[in-house]
């Protein structure tokens, strides 16, 4: 079972940066993919960006590739995500959620956090 704990979300001007985090208990991140979701107002949530833990290799949504990074820390089990360049249409509600390398799904899923990007 892995929990995830979310922080690093608030209110910033547009332009400005974020750094958000993805903690891990429970178990290790090895052999898991993690993922970073968000869902703004009245919208349906989308896939931001995702970290394969074996072999590091990283995705990225065309709305964020260029300004949004995704990255880990082994020794801290925790995966990052630093939003530089924020739009106003970057605001959402932040899920990370992780899934073993050989599913389908996501099924660990955090609690969320809100980034707040005001124009």
């Known amino acids: 079972q892995v929990q995830l704990v979310e922080s690093g979300g608030g209110l910033v001007q547009a332009g400005g940066s974020l750094r958000l985090s993805c903690a891990a208990s429970?178990?290790?991140?090895?052999?898991?993919?993690v993922a970073w979701f968000r869902q703004g107002p009245g919208k349906e949530r989308e896939f931001v960006a995702a970290f394969v833990w074996n072999g590091g290799n990283t995705y990225y949504a065309d709305s964020v590739k260029g300004r949004f990074t995704i990255s880990r820390d082994n020794a801290e089990n925790t995966v990052y995500l630093q939003m530089n360049s924020l739009k106003a249409e970057d605001t959402a509600i932040y899920t990370c959620?992780?899934?073993?390398?050989?599913?389908?799904?996501?099924?660990?899923w955090g609690q969320g956090t809100q980034v707040t990007v005001s124009s």
């Open positions: 959620a992780a899934r073993y390398y050989s599913d389908n799904a996501y099924h660990y």
């Open positions: 429970g178990r290790t991140f090895n052999d898991y993919t």
